[in-house]
């Protein structure tokens, strides 16, 4: 059967969007393998089911490339508010929606109908490392050792409703990312393998950030992955808790506030382009 879709952006982070208020999918990672697929078909990050939800405005159900589900994405979450607000006419400033790792608050900045900027409440962090999960003794891994191929690291791990592992280099650019991103993803000590991001702290409240997402590897952007690598900033002392923090990405910017409650991140949804699909 044919099905629309909408492929929209979140500086970068690109996704295949399906309104599933209807129907939905009998094999979902499936079709987002194949969807996902740059050569011979749509093509991006992965695809998100937006769905009827019984709790809040809408529902997103994210499967990243290689067809694994994901339990929250910051980018795409922004999309699904732009979406709810334009095609599925919820016109409310605040929306509400439920995620695999709890419902979030969009508070959306609209003008002549059209969502262009919207704020996450992406809720607090959690840093027990049984609760991201990394197997790490203690109450938190902040600043700890982890070899990986051959090399030591000090790493900072965070859950931000996924699992993030942050680490501050020298310069994200130099790496061989598809190498060890991909050893940090199936490293050992994350059970469910990792998001990693390579961060280098460009100045006070000021980064710039490369990132590798579990199932998709590097993309342009990972919301969840800035607002992790603002955590491991302020919890390092390299950013102020309560102050706008800055984060560049290949995609572009967003502003991330940590707060004691909770993580808010701030950045624009965009559509790409849309048609039609046999599913």
């Known amino acids: 059967m044919k099905k629309h879709f909408w492929k929209m952006q979140g500086i970068g982070n690109d996704y295949i969007y399906f309104d599933c208020f209807d129907w939905f999918p009998s094999e979902p990672g499936a079709i987002a393998e194949k969807l996902s697929d740059r050569h011979f078909s749509v093509g ?7 769905c009827r939800s019984e709790v809040a ?3 997103m159900r994210m499967f990243n490339a290689d067809g694994s589900e994901g339990k929250m994405c910051g980018n795409a979450i922004r999309c699904i508010g732009k979406f709810l607000y334009e095609i599925k006419g919820i016109r409310k400033d605040v929306l509400t929606v439920e995620t695999e790792s709890g419902v979030k608050t969009l508070s959306l900045s609209a003008q002549d109908g059209a969502v262009a900027c919207v704020r996450v409440d992406m809720g607090a962090a959690e840093l027990r490392p049984a609760h991201i ?3 790490f003794a203690g109450e938190r891994a902040v600043g700890v050792p982890l070899d990986v191929e051959g090399k030591q690291y000090s790493v900072t791990c965070v859950s931000m409703g996924n699992p993030h592992c942050v680490t501050f280099v020298d310069d994200p650019y130099a790496l061989d990312l598809q190498k060890i991103g991909s050893a940090f993803e199936h490293h050992a000590a994350f059970p469910e393998r990792v998001n990693t991001e390579f961060v280098h702290v460009d100045g006070k409240n000021e980064l710039t950030m490369r990132v590798w997402e579990r199932g998709s590897g590097e993309t342009w952007a990972c919301g969840t992955g800035a607002c992790a690598s603002a955590v491991a900033a302020v919890l390092n002392g390299y950013c102020g808790m309560g102050e706008d923090v800055t984060v560049h990405l290949r ?8 707060t004691k409650d909770a993580v808010y991140m701030t950045g624009p949804a965009a559509y790409a382009f849309e048609g ?4």
């Open 251 to 258: 995609g572009g910017d967003l502003i991330i506030r940590v």
């Open 44 to 50: 991006g990050d992965g695809v998100v089911y937006i």
């Open 133 to 135: 999960p990394a197997r």
């Open 276 to 279: 039609e699909v046999n599913i």
């Open 57 to 59: 405005d809408g529902r």
